[in-house]
């Protein structure tokens, strides 16, 4: 197992590399760059014109300054020799971009780690449930109430939710992780102004992926309880409950394992509206600004940062077959 895993992390350098090239190409195609968003249009008129000329040579010492006017092979391996000395910049505010990159990261992963433990601990055992009686009248709620859930769009109801408890006066924050005075408070009110803050977009992150990860694990443990094994189980007088938690369990997790790699980085793009629309300081909000003002260096971080999580999880998500089931190997046989 450690001769497979360190053979996927040697696996996963080419595999960025190649992301990289992508989004740096996908980005670069796109209409406008910083200068042009710096210097062109409303910056130049509110000059006037006598200032056009001057505004011209910035425009043209700032695009030599960072490569804009260079060939795009030459601005691609430009950036890549800064991210390995760790030089990412802000193009229009001419600073580092990591003292705004690290907290909103610290913010994002936190909320969505909150998330993906709600999402497994909740969808698990509703799946449980659904199989374990299936067509009752409990299972057939349950799938209704999560198929609307799951036609629901997140920012829909981020919204709706927002309105809703503005006017109806529920006490529940829909701006921002604290209060303004919350700085003055003492440890437990703090915390629990800080949960209050985080219930609403938790909600809106969670209700989607319960959904579909709740459906996946009935349909996996459906799957399971039909097999001969389970037929033997009962035969020998095991009890439903160790039936289920026991011998079925384990093996129906694969689905959702699976699942595993895709959920992370769908949580983290998930999470750029909903902390736009509650205005949260995490990156999603960093990401749609930096969009907006073309900041480069911060889109691509983002979107290698995304792509390190898909990878992670597809290894994390093989280490858990092993786990679950050890006649999984993926070690070469002689």
């Not at 020799?81 to 580092?96: D, N, P, V, W």
């Not at 969670?206 to 035969?235: F, H, P, W």
């Not at 390190?308 to 089931?325: A, C, H, P």
Request: overall charge positive; proline content about 5%; aromatic content about 12%.
């Amino acid at each position: 197992m450690a001769t497979y895993i360190f053979r996927r992390l040697l696996l996963m350098i080419p595999t960025l590399f190649g992301i990289l090239v992508l989004s740096f190409i996908v980005i670069k195609s796109t209409p406008g760059d910083p200068a042009s968003g710096r210097f062109g249009g409303a910056a130049a008129a509110q000059g006037g014109m006598n200032a056009e000329r001057g505004t011209e040579d910035a425009e043209k010492a700032f695009r030599k300054n960072f490569k804009l006017d260079e060939p795009l092979y030459v601005q691609f391996f430009w950036f890549v020799g800064r991210i390995f000395r760790g030089e990412m910049i802000y193009y229009t505010k001419q600073g580092s971009i990591w003292p705004d990159l690290i907290p909103a990261m610290k913010i994002t992963l936190m909320i969505n780690s909150i998330v993906f433990l709600l999402v497994y601990l909740l969808a698990i055992p509703m799946g449980i449930f659904s199989a374990t009686a299936p067509h009752s009248t409990g299972d057939r709620i349950m799938t209704l109430t999560l198929f609307v859930l799951y036609s629901l769009p997140s920012f829909w109801v981020a919204e709706m939710l927002r309105l809703g408890v503005l006017e109806s006066n529920l006490g529940l924050p829909v701006s921002g992780l604290q209060s303004p005075n919350a700085d003055r408070l003492s440890l437990l009110p703090w915390l629990w102004d800080y949960t209050l803050h985080l219930v609403l977009p938790i909600l809106c992150m969670t209700y989607a992926s319960l959904a579909y990860i709740s459906r996946q694990m009935r349909a996996g443990m459906l799957e399971v309880v039909r097999q001969d094994y389970i037929r033997t189980a009962k035969a020998k007088g095991c009890s439903p409950a160790r039936v289920i938690w026991v011998h079925a369990l384990r093996n129906s997790l694969f689905p959702i394992i699976t699942l595993f790699a895709s959920l992370l980085p769908a949580l983290i793009g998930g999470s750029v509206i909903i902390e736009y629309i509650f205005n949260i300081p995490g990156m999603g909000k960093l990401t749609i600004d930096s969009v907006f003002s073309r900041e480069y260096d911060m889109i691509l971080v983002t979107m290698m940062l995304s792509a390190v999580l898909t990878l992670l999880g597809i290894l994390i998500s093989d280490i858990m077959y092993v786990l679950v089931d050890p006649r999984v190997s993926f070690e070469s046989k002689n």
